[in-house]
């Protein structure tokens, strides 16, 4: 089989790569004349988008493209280019153009109105197939060579001869869903470098066993602070106890900062957790004394039920030494202060992240230095193209990397159909 554009992967890269290549060539010839074919080893597309936002599919984030580079830290300057190129109001201004309406929710994360991921994805497949896209699902790519004209995709049952490829098989993040890792191999057999991949956006392991009595508890809104070779880093947001640590949007964000670092048993890595970011130590003690006074014959872990849910209060003031049974007006000033403290700075020591499995995304992958940020080419392999999270980049939740898998999946389709 022969064609012009062959893409590795339907995952949200893969399939704007692919809508944008046939929209490219068709917007300077009147007919997507360039043959765009998409080889995915699952039955159906985007089958880790689904998975998305909780099933929701928090696919942007309400903020420009600058904002969005800076998110990614270093790697925002890479992405910068296509940020600008294809943004995130361009991105709902399409969904919106294909029928899908869209929300922002206070945070700034955007889902589509119906609230189902499973509406994203359908508009994709439907927006690329009336593109003249074509879909080969079920075929596991094994190879991917090169010759002087052509590219030679090696599949279980035939060879593809295609004039450009743009992998876009994701990361080792989610395996079951697809990601197994193979767009790492193919860029390393056609030159290219692969920078470590490791899990990021995934529960914390603490060396604490104490989280685990609180399995399931969540936390609405606080603030976690560590220092990383002498810099401070400070995340915020919901928090949720695990059976072996913590998790939840703010432990997310974190794990990304960590994951270079870990796994540490021997000098882990100290954390606090500010349980009231909202509010000074003083305001505090204040409540909580004014709490004692109102209902002093009440338990100490009664009193603080009130501030916490109450299995987090029982086992927190079995942490603090502090007898949970006791009334609320037996309770010493010292006590109270330590009380105080703690919750404003409760220290937990992180050892490692959870299997890379379980992570949301992954950190490391194809080194952006040998790729051409303003058409995603590869700088070693002419006429090869890279999108999405198979790239050595990774943002914090709340949208950002299904908006880089957007972007770099724009440039890479219109780039490699211009270049033909």
Same mark, same amino acid.
């Given at each position: 089989m022969r064609t012009n554009v062959c893409i590795i992967g339907a995952g949200p890269a893969g399939l704007m790569s692919a809508i944008h290549c046939a929209r490219a +060539?068709?917007? #300077? #010839?009147?007919?997507?004349?360039?043959?765009t074919i998409v080889i995915e080893n699952n039955t159906t597309a985007g089958r880790k988008l689904l998975q998305s936002g909780g099933g929701r599919c928090n696919f942007t984030h309400s903020a420009g493209p600058d904002e969005i580079a800076r998110a990614f830290g270093p790697k925002?300057? @890479?992405? %910068?280019?296509?940020?600008?190129?294809? %943004?995130?109001e361009q991105v709902r201004q399409l969904f919106r153009k294909w029928g899908l309406e869209s929300k922002v929710e206070q945070d700034g994360c955007v889902f589509p109105i119906t609230g189902r991921a499973g509406d994203v994805r359908d508009v994709l497949i439907k927006r690329a197939k009336s593109c003249g896209v074509r879909f080969c699902f079920g075929k596991a790519v094994k190879r991917v060579l090169r010759d002087e004209n052509f590219f030679a995709i090696h599949t279980g049952t035939e060879i593809i001869s295609a004039k450009k490829v743009i992998i876009a098989t994701g990361g080792l993040s989610w395996p079951q869903t697809g990601s197994t890792g193979d767009g790492y191999r193919f860029a390393q057999e056609l030159g290219h470098s692969v920078i470590n991949p490791r899990a990021s956006l995934v529960p914390l392991v603490t060396r604490e066993s104490w989280p685990g009595e609180l399995a399931g508890t969540s936390l609405k809104d606080v603030k976690i602070s560590t220092v990383i070779r002498g810099r401070k880093v400070v995340v915020c947001g919901p928090m949720i106890f695990t059976n072996d640590g913590i998790a939840g949007p703010a432990v997310l964000d974190l794990s990304r900062l960590l994951t270079d670092y870990l796994p540490n048993e021997k000098s882990p890595i100290k954390i606090y957790v500010d349980v009231f970011r909202g509010m000074s130590e003083a305001e505090l003690d204040k409540q909580i004394r004014e709490r004692i006074v109102e209902s002093p014959k009440k338990t100490v872990a009664g +009193?603080?039920? @009130?501030?916490l849910p109450r299995r987090a209060a029982m086992t927190l003031c079995e942490e603090f030494n502090i007898d949970a049974g006791l009334s609320g007006s037996k309770l010493k000033k010292d006590e109270r202060k330590k009380i105080v403290r703690h919750l404003k700075a409760l220290p937990l020591s992180v050892v490692s992240t959870r %299997?890379? +499995?379980?992570?949301?995304? #992954?950190?490391?992958?194809?080194?952006?230095?040998?790729i051409?940020?303003?058409?995603?080419?590869?700088?070693?392999?002419?006429?090869? @193209? @890279?999108?999405?999270?198979v790239l050595d980049v990774d943002g914090p939740c709340g949208g950002y990397n299904l908006q880089m898998c957007w972007s770099t999946g724009a440039i890479a389709g219109r780039c490699s159909s211009k270049k033909l």
């Open positions: +060539n068709a917007d #300077t #010839t009147g007919s997507p004349q360039v043959e925002g300057r @890479f992405l %910068s280019y296509s940020l600008h190129e294809f %943004s995130p +009193n603080l039920a @009130f501030f %299997s890379i +499995n379980e992570a949301t995304v #992954t950190r490391g992958g194809v080194s952006t230095v040998e051409e940020p303003k058409t995603i080419e590869s700088k070693i392999c002419p006429g090869l @193209f @890279f999108a999405g999270e």
